[in-house]
């Protein structure tokens, strides 16, 4: 089996208890738990229909091949250019996930890098997106969950305080990046 696959398995009681204290309600401890030096998430690209479920990162480190494919995934989905994400986008990503009690939930792309010619393209449709923004340096990045209220997720992510964090719930996505502490 490919390292960077999905762990499977680790449902049991001492996969459990190993993150968290004795639990007595069994639907809390049959949620899955990915031990803390593993980096695993799961995307759905709403652009393309494109989905990964990759682990990215073992034993604290990271794992080239797998990073190149979350770069593929996240592409500018309009021109096609692959950048390189920061790995510490991808570390938030999962303890996003976590902190939400979906470690291994999909995240649903909305805009990974965008190059900058689609960035200056959209910022003159919309002043809600920067002109520097932190898309074009692989640095943030457009989501929303499977099974995860948008609003819990905003508030996860604010909680977390990595980066900046955007809530846009009309358009139906949370915007978090490895820049300066923020939110709007």
Known sequence: MSRRRVLTGLVGAAA???VLPALST?????????????GRLKFKNLHTGEMLDVTYREEGHYLPDALGE??????????GDIYEMDRELMDLLTDLAASVDRPMGT????SG????????????????????SYHMRGMA????????DLMDLHKAAL???RG???DYPRSGFIHVDTGRVRSW
């Open 70 to 79: 979350i770069n593929h995934i996240l592409r500018d989905h309009r021109t």
């Open 164 to 166: 900046g964090v955007g």
């Open 141 to 148: 990045i457009d989501v929303s969950m499977d099974g995860v």
């Open 16 to 18: 459990a208890t190993a």
């Open 26 to 38: 069994p639907a809390i401890a049959a949620v899955p738990r990915i031990p803390a030096d593993v």
């Open 159 to 161: 909680r977390l305080k």
């Open 113 to 132: 890098y965008r190059s900058p010619k689609t960035n200056a393209t959209l910022a003159a449709k919309s002043n809600g997106v920067a002109r520097k």
């Open 107 to 110: 995240f649903n792309i909305i």
